[in-house]
C-alpha cells in the first residue's frame, strides 16, 4: 500500500541540472589550471616556517598548502560542520582561492541516484541528493572572520515526502510524522558566521552562529562526517545523533586549545517544517553544550548534551514534545598511502522524552583505495517509538539496519571527482512488526551517479600546534608536495633554494628523511624535508 511508481523523467532531469549548477559554481571559484597538485594530504610533518604578518600576493593557480590556513588557528582538516571537529588527518575535498585578504572555498556532494526499498512499506524513486557549501575566511582585528553559505535543491529533485530510506524516521508531511523515508534537506541549509581570536597565549575564543547553523550538540554531521561522505543515506539513528545540524537560530561560544574545545549553544530546537524553502525562526531556549578531545591527529572524540524545547511533534499534532538529547562519538582517520584513507565513526545517542527514553548506535566506516574505488557501510541499531515508526501498540521497538555499497570513481574533471555507484541494505524488525513491514528483513538497494571536489593537496602540521593571532600564509612558496618550481623558489633565502632543488621525489611524496649525495667538502646528514 506504500509503493509508489516510477519517478518521472523530470527528477532525473532536475538531478542533472544540480550537477551542472555544482561544476559552474565550483569551476568559477577555481584559479587558471596548472599542473595538477598530488591528490592526498601528508602527515606527520612539521609545520612550516613561519610566515610574514602580511600576506603576500600569491600568483594565480599556484598550488597551496592548507595545513596553516587559519580557520581559527587549527589546521583547516579539522573543519567539519558547525563547530564540530574531524581528527586533524583528514582529506578535504574542496576547491580553494584566493581572493585579495579572502579565502574562499567551496565544497559539495551530489548524487543522482535510483532507490528501491522491498517489503509491505518499501517504495522507490528516481531523484537527487545533494548540497553545495561555500566559505570565506579573513584576518579582522586580530583574530579570523569566517562567513558560510550552504544550500540544497533537495527541494525540488526529492519528490514527497521525502526519498525511500526504510526504518528511517523523523519531522512531518502533510500532517502525519514521516516514516521510512529521509526527508529533503532545507533550501537553507547554513547561513552563519563565525569569529576566533586568542584569549591567552595557547587558548583561543570563538563565536559562531547565524539565522540556519548548527548547535554544540552531536558528533559531526553525517554529510560532512569523512566516513559517511560517499553513502547516500541518512543513517536511521539520525535523530538520536545530528539531526540539528539545520537549526533556525543558534548563537555557540566557546574556547579551545590545542587538543580539545569547550563550548555551549543557545538554540531554537524545533524541527523545520513542511515548507523548505523558508527560516523557521523561533525563540532560542534550547541549550546543549560540548566537549571535544583530540588525543592524536587520528582521533576525534566528542561528549554532548542538550535540552530541546519542542523538538518532536507530538502525537495530537499540538505542541512539540521537550527532549533530552545526549551523545557521545569517536572519529578514527588512517591514511595509509597516496589517495587512500580509511576513515570510521562510532557514535552513541540517547533520547529521553518525557513519556520514554530510547538508545541509537551506529558504526560507519569508508575505505577508499587511490581516489578511486571506495568501499563504504553502516550498522545500526536504534530504539524507536510506535509513534516513530507509526505503528499500532505502544512501546520502544528495537529495529537494526545494514547497509552499504561501492563507487568507481573516475578521473578528475575540472577539479571533480565523478563517480558510479551502488549499494545494498537490509533492514530488521522485531517479530511483532513482522506484519506490517512484510518480513522480519527487508532488502533495499540504489544505484547512483555521483559528484565532489577531488582532493586537495594538502600537509596538516605538527600535531596540537596552535598559533595564537595566526596570520594568512604566502601559500606560494610552500612545498606542496613536489620539489618546488624556479618560480616558487624566487624570493626564498639560497640555503632553501638549494633545499627545494635537492628534494627527491621520493621525499616530496612523504618519506620524512633523506640523505643528499655525498660531498667533497663536508659528510652528508641526515634531514627532515617534509
Known amino acids: 500500500m506504500y509503493r509508489s511508481s516510477l519517478a518521472t523523467p523530470l527528477a532525473g532531469t532536475a538531478g542533472v541540472s544540480f550537477f551542472l549548477i555544482v561544476s559552474a559554481a565550483i569551476v568559477s571559484a577555481q584559479a587558471p589550471k596548472t599542473k595538477p597538485a598530488p591528490e592526498q594530504h601528508e602527515h606527520g610533518a612539521p609545520s612550516p616556517p613561519a610566515q610574514p604578518a602580511t600576506p603576500t600576493p600569491q600568483p594565480a593557480g599556484q598550488p597551496h598548502d592548507h595545513t596553516q590556513m587559519a580557520h581559527g588557528a587549527t589546521s583547516a582538516t579539522r573543519d567539519g560542520s558547525g563547530t564540530a571537529w574531524l581528527p586533524d588527518a583528514s582529506p578535504m575535498y574542496a576547491v580553494h582561492r584566493q581572493r585579495g585578504a579572502w579565502e574562499l572555498m567551496a565544497h559539495s556532494n551530489g548524487f543522482t541516484q535510483f532507490l528501491y526499498d522491498g517489503g509491505d512499506r518499501g517504495t522507490d524513486q528516481l531523484g537527487s541528493i545533494n548540497w553545495v557549501m561555500g566559505m570565506a575566511h579573513r584576518t ?24 525511500p530510506d526504510l526504518l528511517a524516521t523523523g519531522e512531518r508531511c502533510e500532517g502525519q510524522p514521516i516514516h521510512d523515508r529521509q526527508h529533503q534537506h532545507d533550501l537553507f541549509m547554513e ?17 559562531y552562529g547565524g539565522p540556519a547553523a548548527e548547535p554544540a550538540l552531536g558528533p559531526v554531521a553525517y554529510p560532512h562526517r569523512i566516513s559517511a561522505m560517499p553513502n547516500l543515506l541518512a543513517p536511521i539513528a539520525h535523530h538520536w545523533l545530528d539531526a540539528t545540524h539545520i537549526t533556525f537560530g543558534v548563537v555557540t561560544g566557546g574556547v579551545y586549545g590545542n587538543r580539545w574545545k569547550v563550548e555551549a549553544s543557545a538554540f531554537n530546537g524545533r524541527e ?26 587520528n582521533l576525534a572524540m566528542q561528549v554532548s548534551a542538550g535540552q530541546l524545547t ?18 557521545a562519538s569517536a572519529t578514527y582517520h588512517r591514511a595509509f598511502r597516496e589517495g587512500s584513507i580509511w576513515a570510521n565513526t562510532l557514535a552513541w545517542g540517547r533520547n529521553s522524552e ?35 515508526l ?78 595564537p593571532g595566526a596570520a594568512p600564509m604566502d601559500h606560494s612558496k610552500m612545498n606542496m608536495g613536489a620539489p618546488a618550481s624556479p618560480a616558487q623558489r624566487q624570493g626564498l633565502p639560497r640555503e632553501e633554494q638549494v633545499e627545494h632543488r635537492r628534494v627527491p621525489r621520493r621525499a616530496a611524496r ?11 667538502t663536508r659528510s652528508a646528514q641526515r634531514q627532515s624535508i617534509c
Open 390 to 467: 507509526v505503528v499500532p501498540g505502544e512501546g520502544t521497538f528495537t529495529v537494526g539496519k545494514l547497509q552499504g555499497g561501492y563507487i568507481r570513481y573516475l578521473s578528475t574533471w575540472m577539479g571533480l571527482k565523478p563517480g558510479l555507484g551502488l549499494s545494498a541494505s537490509a533492514g530488521s524488525v522485531p517479530t511483532s512488526l513482522k506484519q506490517v513491514y512484510g518480513s522480519r528483513v527487508t532488502v533495499g538497494f540504489g544505484v547512483f551517479a555521483t559528484l565532489r571536489p577531488a582532493t586537495m593537496a594538502m600537509r596538516p602540521p605538527s600535531f596540537g600546534a596552535v598559533t
Open 354 to 388: 518525557p513519556e520514554h527514553a530510547s538508545n541509537a548506535l551506529l558504526l560507519e566506516t569508508n575505505l577508499t583505495f587511490d581516489e578511486r574505488d571506495t568501499w563504504f557501510g553502516r550498522l545500526e541499531v536504534v530504539g524507536k517509538s510506535a509513534h516513530d
Open 191 to 207: 547561513v552563519a558566521a563565525q569569529y576566533d581570536r586568542p584569549l591567552t597565549s595557547s587558548i583561543r575564543w570563538q563565536v
Open 510 to 520: 612523504g618519506c620524512p628523511l633523506y640523505r643528499p649525495k655525498e660531498s667533497s
Open 272 to 297: 523545520p517544517d513542511e515548507e523548505r524553502t523558508d527560516f523557521d525562526l523561533a525563540a532560542l531556549d534550547s541549550v546543549s553544550g560540548r566537549l571535544w578531545f583530540l588525543p592524536t591527529a
Open 310 to 327: 519542542e523538538a518532536e511533534p507530538s502525537e495530537a499534532g499540538g505542541p512539540g514534545i521537550d527532549v533530552t538529547r545526549i551523545t
Open 140 to 163: 579582522i582585528r586580530g583574530g579570523r572572520l569566517g562567513l558560510r553559505g550552504m544550500v540544497s535543491l533537495e527541494p525540488w529533485t526529492i519528490r514527497g515526502c521525502g526519498y
